[in-house]
C-alpha cells in the first residue's frame, strides 16, 4: 500500500529501517500477539509492504491474506521477497480491494491510513470485504500533536505530512473518519513516548526495554497526549 514498505510510519535511514530494528519490532510483535489473542479467523493485512507483520501474524496461527498497492507492479499473487514462505496479492488500484464482499472478520491497517490517496473510498472498500461485526485495527495512525513529529520536521527529517498524501489526526478527526464509515469506535489510545526506530547493538540488546519503558510512558495521562500515534480498534456496525 502506499508508503506501507512504511508499515509503522518512519521512513528514514532508508525504507526497511523497521525491519532492523528491534524496538519497532517488539512493537510489531505486541500487535500480532494482540490480533492472535482476540480469536479472529480471516485477516487482511491491508498493506503488508514487506511483509514483516504478515510473517508475525501466521506465527499467531491466524489465516492471514497479505495485499498491497503497488502502482508500478505487475497485478496478481506473488512471493514476499523478505518472507518468500508468504505470498502477497498485488494491486495498482489505489482504493479498490480484490476480494468479494465479507471476505475478512478482520482488517489490518499498521502505518497505512494516513498514506492513502483517498480515505474516505479505502474505509469504504474495508467495511464492504470485512463480515458484519468485523473488526478493523488502526495502529500507527500519526497524532498531530506529536513531539517527535515536530522535532523530526525541524531537524530536516521524514515527518508524517512531507508526502504527497500524508495526514496527521486528532482523536476527533480519527473518529469522525471512522464513524463516516460505519464504524464504531470500541478502543482508542496514544501510544509511541519514544523512537522505536533505533538500530545497532544497543538498540538490538535492549529492544525488550525500550519497548517496555515506551509502553509506561504511552500510558501516562497528560503526557501521551504527544505521542507519536493513535490507535483505534473499531467494528462494523
Same mark, same amino acid.
Given at each position: ?26 512493537? !510489531? ?14 485477516? =487482511? ?7 514483516? %507483520? ?68 479505502? @474505509? ?6 470485512? %463480515? ?6 488502526? !495502529? ?6 506529536? !513531539? ?10 521524514? !515527518?508524517?505530512? %512531507? ?30 513516548? =519514544? ?21 509506561? =510512558? ?13 490507535? @483505534? ?5
Amino acid at each position: 500500500m502506499q508508503a506501507q514498505s512504511d508499515a509503522g510510519g518512519e521512513q528514514p535511514r532508508g525504507q526497511d529501517v523497521n525491519l532492523r530494528s528491534g524496538p519497532q519490532m517488539e512493537e !510489531y510483535r505486541a500487535i500480532a500477539r494482540r490480533l492472535g489473542g482476540d480469536g479472529l479467523a480471516r485477516v =487482511l493485512d491491508w498493506g503488508c509492504g514487506y511483509g514483516q %507483520v504478515s510473517d508475525l501474524l501466521v506465527r499467531e496461527r491466524l489465516d492471514v491474506t497479505s495485499f498491497d498497492y503497488r502502482p508500478d507492479a505487475e497485478e496478481g499473487v506473488w512471493p514476499l521477497e523478505r518472507y518468500p514462505h508468504l505470498s502477497v496479492r498485488v494491486s495498482r488500484d489505489p482504493r479498490l480491494l480484490p476480494f468479494a464482499d465479507g471476505t475478512f472478520d478482520a482488517v489490518l491497517s499498521c502505518g497505512v491510513l494516513e498514506h492513502v490517496e483517498d480515505p474516505d473510498a479505502s @474505509l469504504e472498500e474495508i467495511r464492504r470485504v470485512l %463480515v458484519p461485526g468485523g473488526t478493523l485495527y488502526v !495502529y500507527k495512525l500519526p497524532n498531530r500533536a506529536s !513531539y517527535l513529529e515536530a522535532i523530526a520536521k525541524r531537524a530536516g527529517l521524514y !515527518y508524517h505530512g %512531507v508526502l504527497e498524501h500524508d495526514r496527521v489526526y486528532t482523536r476527533r478527526s480519527a473518529l469522525d473518519l471512522l464513524g463516516r464509515h460505519d464504524f464504531a469506535v470500541h478502543e482508542f489510545r496514544r501510544m509511541n513516548m =519514544l523512537p522505536l526506530t533505533l538500530t545497532g547493538g544497543v538498540a538490538a540488546r535492549a529492544a525488550q526495554a525500550i519497548w517496555a519503558a515506551n509502553r509506561a =510512558l504511552s500510558a501516562v495521562p497528560g503526557v501521551n497526549l504527544l505521542a507519536t500515534n493513535l490507535e @483505534l480498534v473499531a467494528r462494523v456496525r
